[in-house]
């Protein structure tokens, strides 16, 4: 079993920059990557990056990890409203997938 916790999330004008975390517990030691993503009101949930690249599907998002805490970063910047959206961490082991619960990110114009 593998546990995700994200955190980090909030209200930020448009143009500021949030980090998020997420902090893996559990059988870390199976885990190869984790990835983030994203779900706005009425939209499918898309990906927003993967740590194997080392950055985002989106220039202004980076993605990193510290082995050290299990934990695993998203440094937005540059932020839009058009990202406002429920952010979520995932990893898979074998088949099993698993997903944190969720930060909420919200950018006012």
């Known amino acids: 079993q593998v546990q995700l916790v994200e955190s980090g999330g909030g209200l930020v004008q448009a143009g500021g920059s949030l980090r998020l975390s997420c902090a893996a517990s559990?059988?870390?030691?199976?885990?190869?990557?984790i990835d983030w993503y994203r779900q706005a009101p009425g939209k499918h949930r898309e990906l927003v990056a993967v740590?194997?690249?080392?950055?985002g599907t989106k220039a202004r998002f980076t993605i990193s990890r510290d082995n050290a805490k299990s934990t695993v970063y998203l440094q937005m910047n540059s932020l839009k409203p058009e990202d406002t959206a429920v952010y979520y961490c995932?990893?898979?082991?074998?088949?099993?997938?698993?997903w944190g619960q969720g930060t909420q990110v919200t950018v006012s114009s």
């Open positions: 995932h990893t898979s082991v074998g088949i099993i997938n698993y």
């Open positions: 740590i194997s690249s080392g950055g």
């Open positions: 559990g059988r870390t030691f199976s885990i190869n990557s």
